[in-house]
């Protein structure tokens, strides 16, 4: 049993689900029906129902490889989850949404398109570790890779892609997954900052995280991970950071 996949996946995630559904309910029940609070709960539903369809990638990520299940793993997925992740639907069972209609439809068409390119964004890299000998076409060209040589482990290699989304900045799957948040926060526009403390938790996550994963690929990889940030300077938003 993989007690990192069990607090997360199977406990973390799942009360995720069942929460804002329950404050969605409840919501309508107090307030009556409203497209914005629907909105919050079907992007997180999405997002939700992405990770799952994705879950075998989860095991290559920080949580798994990097790690341990200690404190910060398993407190964070059995308790910080539940209660912080799910805020802005909470927030919105006492404070029915302002946001009009068509307001509540830029913020699901926002949503949705981020969600789905912060899959696509994880996609890449798992069709192309999992293709032989890194060889896979994305945006419709052969992908291009660095043979970055394991400090670590002397004689043994890996492929960095620098193709597709890859190629553009170092870690744009954080970016749409920032944009996505912020979507489904937007319904709670108008009703101070409680409704964005999710998306202000996430960005310091985040950026923390990524700073994190390049110090554990700069040891891992050395002088290659260098040659890979000169080929791909920015970390989250091209020409920015
Ligand atoms: P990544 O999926 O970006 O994985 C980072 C690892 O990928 C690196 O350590 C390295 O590992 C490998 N890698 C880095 N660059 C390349 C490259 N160019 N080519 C091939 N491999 C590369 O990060 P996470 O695991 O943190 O995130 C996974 C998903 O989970 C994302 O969608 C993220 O947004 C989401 N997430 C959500 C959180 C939340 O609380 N909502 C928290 C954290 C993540 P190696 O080379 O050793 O294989």
Redesign the pocket.
């Known amino acids: 049993m993989d007690v990192k996949q069990l607090t997360n996946c199977r406990v973390g995630l799942m009360a995720w689900q069942l929460l804002i559904i329950a404050f969605y309910i409840a919501g309508v029940e107090r307030h009556g029906f409203n497209i914005a609070a629907l909105v919050n709960l079907l992007l997180q539903s999405m997002y939700l129902a992405k990770f799952f369809w994705w879950e075998y990638g989860y095991f290559?990520?920080?949580?798994i490889?990097l790690d341990r299940a200690g404190y910060y793993i398993c407190w964070g997925c059995l308790v910080w989850v539940p209660c912080l992740y799910t805020f802005s639907s909470y927030y919105l069972v006492a404070h029915p949404p302002q946001i009009s209609n068509l307001a509540a439809v830029g913020a699901a068409l926002l949503g949705v398109a981020t969600t789905l390119l912060?899959y696509r964004?994880?996609y890449e890299?798992q069709v192309?570790?999992s293709a032989p000998d890194g060889k896979c076409v994305l945006w419709g060209k052969p992908a291009r890779y660095i043979v970055a040589n394991l400090v670590t482990s002397p004689g043994k290699s890996?492929?960095?892609?620098?193709s597709g989304f890859?190629g553009v900045a170092?870690?744009l799957?954080?970016t749409f997954?920032l944009v996505a948040t912020l979507a489904w926060c937007l319904p709670g526009w108008g009703l101070g900052l409680w409704p964005f403390l999710y998306f202000y938790f996430?960005v310091a996550?985040?950026v923390h995280?990524t700073f994190r994963?390049e110090e554990?690929?700069s040891a891992?990889y050395g002088d290659s991970w260098e040659l890979?940030c000169k080929e791909v300077p920015y970390r989250l938003v091209p020409y920015v950071f």
Do not use: A
Not at 60 to 63: A, F, G, Q, S
Not at 158 to 162: F, G, I, M, S, T
């Open positions: 290559n990520t920080l949580d490889i912060n964004v994880d890299k192309f570790r890996r492929k960095l892609l620098v890859w170092r870690h799957n954080y997954e996430l996550l985040l995280r994963d554990k690929c891992q890979y």
